[in-house]
């Protein structure tokens, strides 16, 4: 680690840029001559929004993804040029503020009136990509009113209050290969793009595949394939480890002990006492629990400590969580680093947190909560007088 990853700390998330940036590196092979979209929603997943944007950016990514036009808004504040798109809204997002800021607005169906209303109203045509559920059953204009909505965006298309630049979809099952409705939406979405075509639409980007569509379904890429958990170097599937596919988990996270006891045989540990030393025993007290992001129902976890991994014992609490060493002969470990999740096979990653906890690795790092301080490696300067891609926050 460099210096930005001080040796000074109770607990922090290491981000490795130089990661994200092998990971869209990998994904610009995986996908071309199909363009990458670094989705960067819900601050990065975790990893911190801005610096891996620009990262991403600096390895050949084209665009930007975020699901609320506030993110996209925030990117640009920042100095972020690139095409940004936004694709999740309500009738109180700030279409107007994402028209004037070059941000791509996802339409779905009722959006259309709205952003053709803030466009009237800033004197400047709004860019649209207008989605067609093709089966995931979100967002996404039904193909039954799908002719209706090219309709709708062509007549207001024809006055000047806008400009469809995409058609796009997202996959509800590519993360299981073997399921046949992947083949089913790619077949709408084809059908989608036709009509709209069809319709006379100049489209510059015609985007389907999620991370998981763009490693095993090639004949999704299309112009472009949008990359959200694979930016971040971890696995959509299930039997796969990151490794496996070329990519380098990005976060790392890490606490120091705070308190290390023997204790005998019987010990009950944290609230419930629903755990209980079998034998006399080291428990080492880590200062993270679920204010920091921690999943309360992680016991059963490992963490690694010294190379060595030892097991999550007793309830996660608020602030805190214990690991037992299952040995009285440990030494005083008050101090030592304690690796939660990160990269190699020597450390647990994202995806076992995620067994143990019944969920999936992207809630697991998108959780990380603001409390735990993030930490940034393979920073390069910017134009703004040299200033970092990111700071230690």
């Not at 000047?160 to 939406?185: I, K, M, N, W, Y």
């Not at 428990?283 to 991994?309: C, E, F, H, T, W």
């Not at 009285?328 to 990653?349: C, H, K, R």
Request: aromatic share 6%.
């Amino acid at each position: 680690m460099n210096s930005a990853a001080s040796e000074s700390f109770d607990r922090q998330a290491v981000i490795d840029l130089e990661a994200i940036r092998d990971n869209i590196r990998q994904f610009l092979q995986v996908a071309e001559p199909a363009r990458v979209m670094a989705v960067v929603k819900a601050d990065g997943y975790g990893h911190g929004a801005l610096p891996v944007a620009r990262a991403a950016l600096e390895a050949g990514a084209s665009w930007l993804g975020v699901a609320h036009i506030t993110e996209a808004l925030a990117l640009r504040a920042a100095g972020i040029e690139a095409p940004v798109l936004a694709w999740l809204h309500t009738p109180d997002s700030d279409f107007a503020a994402a028209i004037t800021a070059s941000i791509d607005i996802g339409i779905s169906g009722w959006e259309l009136e709205h952003v053709a209303a803030a466009a009237k109203e800033v004197q400047r045509p709004a860019r649209v990509q207008l989605k067609i559920d093709t089966g995931l059953g979100r967002n996404g204009c039904p193909p039954d009113r799908w002719e209706e909505l090219i309709g709708q965006a062509s007549a207001f298309q024809e006055e000047g209050l806008l400009r469809v630049v995409g058609v796009f979809s997202h996959l509800a099952v590519a993360d299981e290969p073997h399921r046949p409705e992947t083949d089913e939406q790619i077949d709408r979405f084809r059908e989608a793009v036709a009509v709209a075509e069809d319709a006379g639409m100049d489209l510059e980007v015609r985007h389907l595949a999620n991370t998981p569509g763009t490693l095993s379904r090639p004949d999704a890429h299309f112009d472009m394939v949008r990359v959200g958990l694979g930016t971040y170097g971890l696995s959509p599937f299930e039997n796969e480890r990151p490794e496996d596919l070329k990519l380098r988990p990005a976060m790392t996270l890490r606490a120091k002990v705070a308190n290390c006891k023997r204790v005998p045989e019987g010990q009950g540990v944290s609230y419930g006492l629903r755990y209980r030393t079998e034998g006399p025993s080291t428990l080492v007290l880590v200062p993270m629990g679920y204010g920091d992001g921690i999943p309360r129902n992680a016991s059963g976890a490992q963490v690694a400590i010294g190379g060595k991994r030892y097991d999550v014992v007793g309830r996660v609490a608020m602030d805190q969580f214990v690991v037992d060493l299952r040995t009285a002969e440990a030494p005083d470990l008050v101090g030592e680093e304690v690796i939660l999740f990160g990269a190699g096979e020597d450390v647990p990653g994202a995806a076992d947190w995620a067994a143990a906890s019944g969920t999936i690795n992207y809630e697991i790092v998108t959780r990380i909560s603001p409390r735990v301080p993030r930490v940034y490696l393979g920073q390069t300067p910017v134009d703004d007088g040299g200033a970092p891609a990111g700071s230690a926050e």
